[in-house]
């Protein structure tokens, strides 16, 4: 399991509207290289992502899916990396002072991810973690600033 966690220097709001739109994914998620389809109920809870990862040609086609959409404190999702397998990828969001203070926890669910024992996933993981919160910062402090529409 991985937790990361960083200050954003923009609202809960602001970080939500990236997770909203489903065709930002592969901008702020480390590793997804694109979009092929998203749905239209995105982002309620159920609603999926059509995304590949990898670099080409090694591309695999999966989905993530919404679990919990609670703005704008939390969102929970499903990410499908078959054959790696399942993980629950959860964004906690607190405001604070000037910002937002943002908690990202991963944790393989199924597949053969779920066997690596929770402190080599944190080892694994956690890199990549924290490119994707500084990435999710990017955009949601362009938003705040008016630089992203």
Not at 51 to 65: E, L, M
Not at 95 to 119: F, Q
Request: hydrophobic share 45%; proline share 7%; aromatic share 10%.
């Amino acid at each position: 399991m991985s937790i990361e966690e960083r200050f954003i220097d923009a609202s809960p709001d602001d970080v939500f509207r990236v997770f909203g739109d489903g065709w930002s994914y592969p901008s702020w998620v480390v590793g997804a290289s694109r979009v092929r389809a998203v749905e239209r109920a995105w982002p309620e809870a159920g609603a999926k992502i059509s995304h590949s990862f990898g670099v080409w040609p090694a591309v695999i086609d999966d989905t993530t899916s919404i679990v919990e959409w609670e703005p704008p404190r939390r969102v929970v999702l499903i990410a499908r990396g078959w054959p790696m397998g399942e993980a629950r990828v959860a964004f906690a969001l607190k405001p604070v002072s000037g910002g937002t203070h943002v908690t990202m926890t991963e944790d393989a669910v199924s597949g053969p991810g779920a066997l690596v024992p929770r402190a080599i996933q944190a080892l694994l993981l956690g890199p990549r973690n924290r490119e994707t919160l500084r990435r999710l910062a990017w955009l949601a402090e362009g938003y705040r600033e008016g630089t992203t529409d």
